[in-house]
């Protein structure tokens, strides 16, 4: 089985950064993706970001381009998500998902594995 743990989630300021993190144990995907969702209360979980282990190459939603950079080391099964000039509407719960095909890393549905989740709060 795979399980994932996110960590480095709290409050910060509107403007502030913060760093997210996530490891994954158990079997590995070489050519899967890993990826970043958030849920705010009443909304449905969406797309953030993710990056595809074949080849490396990244994917953002656009509300977070050229604020959040999404990094990752694929032999050591973690994923780190730099938040910048963040807003109060970035506030959520961040989870961590597994896509082992790495195939439509934009969509919930093709990611098989979730960690717990991390709260990000913004204060305005």
């Known amino acids: 089985q795979v399980q994932l743990v996110e960590s480095g989630g709290g409050l910060v300021q509107a403007g502030g950064s913060l760093r997210l993190s996530c490891a994954a144990s158990?079997?590995?995907?070489?050519?899967?993706?890993m990826g970043w969702f958030r849920q705010a209360p009443g909304k449905e979980r969406e797309f953030v970001a993710a990056?595809?282990?074949?080849?490396?190459?990244?994917s953002y939603a656009d509300s977070v381009k050229g604020r959040f950079t999404i990094s990752g080391d694929n032999a050591k099964n973690t994923v780190n998500l730099q938040m910048n000039s963040l807003k109060p509407e970035d506030a959520a719960v961040y989870y961590c998902?597994?896509?082992?095909?790495?195939?439509?890393?934009?969509?919930?549905?093709?990611?098989?594995?979730w960690g717990q989740g991390t709260q990000v709060t913004v204060s305005s």
């Open positions: 998902g597994l896509n082992p095909n790495g195939i439509r890393v934009m969509s919930r549905a093709f990611y098989a594995y």
């Open positions: 990056i595809n282990w074949r080849g490396g190459s990244t």
């Open positions: 158990g079997r590995t995907f070489s050519s899967g993706a």
